[in-house]
Structure formats: structure tokens, C-alpha cells
């Protein structure tokens, strides 16, 4: 079983820049695709971003493309997901994941184990 641990969220003003990690317990972890979803207030979960084995395709939701860019440590058993030009609608709770299945996998059913989530919170 994969165990996942998110660090990195906080509160920054619009604009602003922060950047996550996700620190996995396995050395399998370059086994699976892995995922940032959110949670925004109110909302569902929702997916951000995706990445595949080998760190070599990467998939985006489009109100975060060319403000995020997901990235992985292979050799660190890391995710990173950073955040660039931070919206207040960006405010959410955010989780990393670890699917078994697929290359680019986005919906949250394909997912099979999770992070217990870390606040960004952006100020207006």
C-alpha cells in the first residue's frame, strides 16, 4: 500500500506562487501514475493534473494550464505540483494520488490510494 503525504499548501496573495510536494512511501511509487486533485469549498473533488511513469507525458485541467506544471522525483519518491499566478477561485484543499491503472488517468475512480490534503488558501 502506497501512503501519501502533501506539504507546501499555505496562504499567498493573487499572483502569488506556491509549490506542493507529495512525498510517497514506496519505492513502487515510479510504478504508478500519479494526480492532484482539489476540493474547493462547497465543490466536489476535482482534478488538476496528472502525470504518467515515467514523468514523461503530462495531462492538465484547462483552468490551470500554463499556470501549473506537475513534475515527479522518481529517485525522491516525490510529486511536485507547482503553482504559479494563484487565483482566489484556486483556493481548495489539495490532494496528491497514486492510480495503478492508466497513463493519464483524471477522474477520481481511477485513483487507488490518496493524500489526506494540504490548504491553499489565495487572497484577494
Known amino acids: 500500500q502506497v501512503q501519501l503525504v502533501e506539504s507546501g499548501g499555505g496562504l499567498v496573495q493573487a499572483g502569488g506562487s506556491l509549490r506542493l510536494s507529495c512525498a510517497a512511501s514506496?519505492?513502487?511509487?515510479?510504478?504508478?501514475?500519479v494526480g492532484w486533485f482539489r476540493q474547493r469549498p462547497g465543490k466536489e473533488r476535482e482534478f488538476v493534473a496528472t502525470?504518467?511513469?515515467?514523468?514523461?507525458?503530462?495531462y492538465y485541467t484547462d483552468s490551470v494550464k500554463g499556470r501549473f506544471t506537475i513534475a515527479r522525483d522518481n529517485a525522491k519518491n516525490t510529486l511536485y505540483l507547482q503553482m504559479t499566478s494563484l487565483k482566489p477561485e484556486d483556493t481548495a484543499v489539495y490532494y496528491c494520488?497514486?492510480?495503478?491503472?492508466?497513463?493519464?488517468?483524471?477522474?477520481?475512480?481511477?485513483?487507488?490510494?490518496w493524500g489526506q490534503g494540504t490548504q491553499v488558501t489565495v487572497s484577494s
Open positions: 494520488a497514486a492510480s495503478r491503472r492508466g497513463r493519464l488517468p483524471a477522474r477520481y475512480y481511477e485513483y487507488d490510494y
Open positions: 502525470i504518467n511513469q515515467s514523468g514523461g507525458s503530462t
Open positions: 514506496e519505492r513502487t511509487f515510479r510504478d504508478y501514475a
